[in-house]
């Protein structure tokens, strides 16, 4: 597999970034945070998806809505596109649906409704087994991150042997070793646990044999239940029957005793209302023998007395007038207002004789008309009292002729009553009464005894069922412990075979890991051979990985060569193991080979001599390295910068002055 094209849209600082891969070295180089490590991250997410532990939330750019990395491979001669959509919705970024695909040679795969079919699709492309994890199995053949060539030959023996054998499988052998302990353990324990209940076999036999005789106890005497219970409900269902009937009897009887007491208790009552009637009726006959007479009405004698009362002040205001003249009189002088003549004391004298005369007689006349007031007065009082009791009597008179009435309807009901009891007698119902208690009785006891068979039987049925589930238990059980017994004897030989079979993968795993150690010494020789300029060194992989140098015969430890056998080493060391992994894995040779950051550690002697190496692989078509250091630009055959311009990662290509094409 080899890459042909990148591209990055809203994606961590990249608006919209398009990097296109040819064979030969490309070089990525900028400063740290600039994007670099962005289109690294692109191609495992593009390829593996959620596998990279990635935070799509951190994938996508901030304040963008949607994104999507989309990277071209060439596989076999054929191109393909693989599409890897990101939305955002509300505070969660989720793949988009709309922008997840594959593509080969330019037309989409059949529609991917699910991310873990299109995962399985990725991998059938690439032609990944089914059964590892990718993007480790990625890392081993095609990416080796920061700090890693380097790490691989500065490892203490211990832990590089530990991290190749984990790269080559090899600690499959260690943990089987280990796990058929555990599987071991358990068929003793599953072995021992057995044996304990198979023990218990003729217990639960006895047990079994006890419950099925009780059993058959239980039945008959459910069924003596059952045949009781029916002889119980045949003679209620006849009580029942003959009950009714009595019952009914009883009520009619009943009925009518009651019905007649009932007319005759209202004849009693209409009785003694007849008889109540009839002495108001004389009582009212009495009061009304004398009716009273008005001479004069009411109304008249009110005029009368409003007529008087107006006299009466007529008068008082002609005295009040003619008092005033006698005062104004007295104080007169000069011509009389009235004759015109002089004033003199004896025309004063005579006026005033005039004007007392006058009050005289007005005061006679108001003596008499106050006399008549009073008289008018009595005789409306009077009046008034007699209308009062024409009144009453006229009320008394409505109201006798109501009371007759009542007592002619009396008179007549106490007839229709009296008619319709003639001929009807009561009737003695004690013995019948008596019967029908006797019945309930009889019927109280019947459903007593109904309800206790009934509870009975639910009892009995209870202890059948729970009787029948144990006994069905137990013969399940006691199978089960015969073919467990039967077992016993085929564990004690499978505990005995894993045991010799446990030593033999101790043996088998130093077998295979000599093998794997010798295809690892071939291969480190082929590249280190590829790779390495002509020297006085040899080197050697010895049985813990270690990479020893030798010249002349002598040993060096690979820590003390100089910077440009040291890359050279480490790098042919990694492409090794890049090599035994994918063989391992079964999967095709890489043509691809990423490096992130690869001078990490590096002293200026051994970052120099990298390029020089690099260009020396011959092997693997495309290599792509990301690095902040300008001296593995020399060994670029495409050379790109990026760079960071508010916040946004810029592209720029650098055109080589005399580009190197790869033999």
């Known amino acids: 597999m080899k890459l042909k094209e990148i591209e990055l849209y809203n994606i961590r600082s990249h608006e919209s970034s398009t990097l296109r891969f040819d064979n030969g070295i490309t070089v990525l180089s900028g400063r740290t945070g600039s994007g670099k490590s962005s289109f690294l991250i692109g191609i495992e997410y593009a390829l593996f998806g959620a596998d990279t532990n990635l935070n799509t939330s951190a994938l996508l750019r901030r304040n963008s809505g949607e994104g999507y990395v989309k990277l071209t491979l060439e596989d076999c001669g054929r191109d393909y596109e693989i599409m890897r959509g990101l939305i955002k919705k509300g505070k969660s970024v989720l793949v988009n649906p709309d922008k997840l695909w594959i593509k080969e040679a330019g037309s989409k795969m059949p529609l991917i409704a699910r991310t873990a079919e299109f995962n399985e699709r990725v991998l059938q492309l690439l032609k990944y087994p089914v059964d590892i994890k990718p993007k480790e199995l990625f890392e081993v053949t095609s990416y080796a991150k920061q700090d890693e060539i380097r790490k691989l030959i500065e490892l203490t023996a211990e832990n590089r042997q530990r991290y190749i054998d984990r790269i080559l499988q090899l600690s499959k052998y260690q943990l089987t070793w280990g796990n058929m302990k555990e599987l071991i353990n358990e068929l003793r324990n599953d072995l021992s646990e057995l044996k304990g209940r198979t023990g218990d076999i003729e217990l639960i036999e006895r047990e079994l044999k006890d419950k099925e005789q009780e059993l058959v106890k239980r039945d008959s005497e459910f069924k003596n239940c059952e045949s009781a219970l029916k002889t119980v409900n045949e003679k209620l269902n006849e009580l029942i029957v003959?009950?009714?009937?009595?019952?009914?009897?009883?009520?009619?009887?009943?009925?009518?005793?009651?019905?007649?007491?009932?007319?005759?208790?209202?004849?009693?009552?209409?009785?003694?209302?007849?008889?109540?009637?009839?002495?108001?009726?004389?009582?009212?006959?009495?009061?009304?023998?004398?009716k009273p007479v008005?001479?004069?009405?009411?109304?008249?004698?009110?005029?009368?007395?409003?007529?008087?009362e107006q006299s009466i002040i007529h008068k008082k205001e002609l005295i009040n007038d003619v008092n005033n003249e006698l005062i104004k009189l007295s104080g007169l002088k000069g011509?009389?207002?009235?004759?015109?003549?002089?004033v003199s004391a004896s025309h004063k004298k005579e006026v005033e004789s005039e004007f007392k005369s006058r009050l005289k007689i007005f005061d006679d006349e108001l003596k008499k008309i106050d006399g008549e007031l009073r008289l008018v007065k009595d005789s409306l009082l009077k009046a008034q009292a007699d209308k009062r009791l024409i009144d009453d009597f006229n009320v008394k008179e409505r109201l006798l002729i109501e009371k007759n009435k009542a007592l002619n309807s009396i008179i007549d009901k106490i007839k229709a009553l009296n008619d319709e009891i003639k001929g009807i007698k009561l009737v003695d119902n004690s013995s019948l009464r008596s019967e029908v208690e006797l019945l309930l009785s009889d019927e109280k006891s019947l459903l007593s005894s109904q309800t206790g068979l009934k509870e009975r039987g639910s009892m009995i049925s209870e202890i059948i069922s729970g009787l029948k589930s144990f006994i069905n238990d137990r013969r399940a059980n006691l199978l089960k412990l015969k073919e467990d017994k039967a077992m016993v004897d085929k564990l004690e030989a499978q505990v005995n075979l894993l045991n010799r079979l446990r030593g033999d993968i101790r043996n088998i795993r130093e077998v295979?890991?000599?093998?794997?150690?010798?295809d690892f010494r071939q291969e480190f020789q082929s590249k280190y051979e590829e790779i390495r300029e002509e020297d006085d060194y040899t080197v050697e992989i010895m049985t813990d990985y270690e990479p020893i140098a030798y010249s002349n015969g002598v040993e060096t430890p690979v820590t003390n060569l100089s910077g440009g056998e040291k890359t050279s080493v480490a790098l042919a060391y990694r492409l090794a193991l890049s090599e035994i992994a994918a063989r391992l894995s079964d999967v095709e040779q890489s043509e691809l080979l990423i490096l992130d950051e690869p001078t990490t550690g590096f002293d200026r002697n051994d970052i120099k001599a990298l390029p020089k190496a690099l260009r020396n692989i011959k092997t693997i078509p495309q290599i792509i390295i990301v690095s902040h250091d300008d001296e593995l630009k020399e060994a670029a055959d495409h050379n790109y910068e990026i760079s960071k311009t508010k916040g946004v990662s810029i592209i720029k290509k650098i055109l080589m002055d005399n580009e190197r094409l790869r033999d």
Not at 253 to 264: I, M, P, S, T
Not at 269 to 286: A, C, T, V, Y
Not at 295 to 301: F, M, R
Not at 512 to 518: A, G, Y
Request: with cysteine.
């Open 242 to 290: 003959k009950l009714r009937e009595r019952s009914k009897l009883l009520e009619s009887v009943e009925a009518q005793n009651k019905k007649l007491e009932l007319k005759r208790s209202m004849i009693e009552n209409l009785e003694r209302d007849k008889d109540g009637l009839s002495g108001e009726i004389k009582i009212l006959n009495n009061e009304l023998k004398n």
């Open 335 to 342: 011509n009389c207002p009235l004759c015109k003549q002089a």
């Open 512 to 518: 295979v890991r000599n093998k794997f150690l010798e």
């Open 294 to 308: 008005i001479k004069l009405s009411v109304e008249e004698l009110v005029s009368k007395k409003s007529s008087l």
